[in-house]
């Protein structure tokens, strides 16, 4: 098994154990979590979220953020992968 990594969904009060090769929205929708989501592949931002407090996310797969935005801490739950623990405000938008 891979790694894994704690993600607070700080809104819910919803904390996570995520493997780093499983996207946020996938793993949060397993533990019966409702996130806002549309396209699953990183281009339409409904899935957005912002980052309160570092952190690392794999989101190489996304083109809805620019590198602006993502350097601002926002994430695309339905591609982000998390690459350290994190702490996550749902329904954020840039």
Same mark, same amino acid.
């Given at each position: =098994? $891979?790694? +894994?990594?704690?993600?607070?969904?700080?809104?819910?009060?919803? +904390?996570?154990? !995520?493997?780093?090769?499983? @996207?946020? /929205?996938?793993?949060?929708?397993? =533990? %019966? =979590?409702?996130?806002?989501?549309? #396209?699953?592949? %990183?281009?339409?931002?409904?899935?957005?979220? &912002?980052? /309160?407090? $570092? %952190? *690392?996310? *794999?989101?190489?797969? $996304? =083109?809805? /953020?620019?590198? @602006?935005?993502?350097?601002? $801490?926002? !994430? /695309?739950? #339905?591609?982000? &992968?998390? #690459?350290?623990?994190? &702490?996550?405000?749902?329904?954020?938008?840039?």
């Amino acid at each position: =098994m $891979g790694k +894994t990594h704690e993600v607070e969904f700080v809104k819910e009060d919803v +904390t996570l154990e !995520v493997p780093e090769n499983k @996207s946020i /929205l996938d793993a949060a929708e397993e =533990m %019966g =979590m409702s996130p806002p989501y549309r #396209c699953r592949r %990183g281009i339409c931002g409904v899935c957005c979220a &912002k980052l /309160l407090d $570092g %952190g *690392d996310v *794999d989101q190489s797969e $996304g =083109m809805f /953020l620019s590198e @602006s935005e993502k350097d601002e $801490g926002y !994430v /695309l739950t #339905c591609i982000g &992968k998390p #690459c350290s623990d994190l &702490k996550l405000e749902t329904e954020s938008s840039p």
